[in-house]
């Protein structure tokens, strides 16, 4: 049996045969590359990237509940702006007493103006449900074609509530 000198001897003998130098192996296995660190590193990088696409659908999401809420608190604005508009007709209607046999032309006038800002009002709502309903079907995309009446009144003596 030979002896661990000799197995040294013939081991750098082989080396120099087939590298022409002596190797360190332990520093070779160092540097070596391990397949299964750099694999788990490739998962957790797909994960990674997986997550952030996932993070962009949630805000996509929440930029749209957020549209959704504003426009649906419009909606609402313009329903209790519509009823209180009902109840200004409703007591203008009321409000003509026995003294006033005819129909007085300021009365007929702001009727008229009362029953188109209604008209307009009740479109605006129309329109607002439709283009939620839109929002709902389809991605969220919102078309800029539609034209509001202004929110602010522009006749004298109405206070918003």
Request: hydrophobic residues 35%; aromatic residues 6%.
């Amino acid at each position: 049996m030979p002896s661990l000198l000799e197995l040294e001897e013939e081991c750098n003998r082989m080396m120099m045969l087939k590298f022409g130098r002596m190797v360190d192996f332990e520093a070779v296995q160092e540097r070596s590359v391990n397949i299964n660190l750099e694999e788990l590193e490739v998962e957790i990088m797909q994960k990674e990237y997986e997550h952030s696409q996932e993070l962009k659908e949630w805000e996509k999401l929440m930029m749209l509940t957020k549209e959704n809420t504003r426009k649906l608190q419009q909606l609402n604005r313009f329903c209790l702006e519509k009823q209180q508009l009902e109840t200004t007709l409703d007591s203008l209607n009321d409000d003509l007493g026995a003294e006033f046999q005819g129909p007085r032309s300021t009365d007929i006038k702001e009727k008229a103006r009362m029953e188109s800002l209604l008209k307009h009002r009740a479109h605006d709502i129309a329109i607002l449900r439709e283009e939620i309903n839109l929002l709902r079907r389809k991605d969220g995309c919102v078309r800029e074609q539609f034209s509001l009446v202004p929110l602010t009144p522009k006749w004298k003596g109405f206070v918003a509530t």
